[in-house]
Every structure is written in C-alpha cells, then in structure tokens.
C-alpha cells in the first residue's frame, strides 16, 4: 500500500496601510522576492501563484479592485513545512 501524498494550498490576503507604490510600503515590497525565493528554496513547497509574473506584480493581484489588498497562494507538502517557512525567518517577521 502507497502512503498518500498529501498537499496543503495556502491561501493568504491582507490589506496594505498604503498602496504597494507608498514610500510607507517600501521595505514591505522590497522584502517580497527575498521572502517568495526563501520559501521556493524551502522544503515541502510545491507550487506558488505568480511564478509566471513579472516580480512587480508578485506581491499579490489586485482584489476587489484596492491595490491595497494584496494575497498569495502556494502549495505545500506535508503541511508542517508551511508551518516550518511560516513561523521561522523572515516570513514571520512580517
């Protein structure tokens, strides 16, 4: 018998102070190609939504028409590595 591989999607949104473009978002939208390549590189991830993208538009798309709601969606495998990425690093400290 084969253990099933089991994947958990990730869905996360939230909205900015500011819009994405505001000197206050600054160091928020700087960290986002260093944070999204920390977790490509982590094991467990599968699948992130937005590698196709330009990295401009990486943080998030545009939701409910605010560019100030930004979200992420990624696949992971088993769950705990999530919770490794998430609650360890860089990704925690935003």
């Given at each position: 018998m084969t253990t099933p591989i089991r994947h958990l999607a990730h869905f996360s949104w939230g909205m900015l102070r500011a819009s994405v473009d505001d000197p206050q978002i600054t160091t928020f939208?700087?960290?986002?190609?260093?944070v999204n390549a920390r977790a490509e590189d982590s094991p467990g991830f599968v699948w992130r939504f937005g590698d196709e993208r330009p990295p401009a538009e990486a943080a998030g798309w545009p939701l409910f028409d605010d560019d100030r709601i930004i979200a992420s969606f990624s696949v992971w495998e088993p769950p705990e590595a999530l919770k490794a990425l998430v609650y360890r690093g860089s990704?925690?400290?935003?």
């Open positions: 939208a700087e960290a986002v190609p260093r990704h925690g400290a935003f």
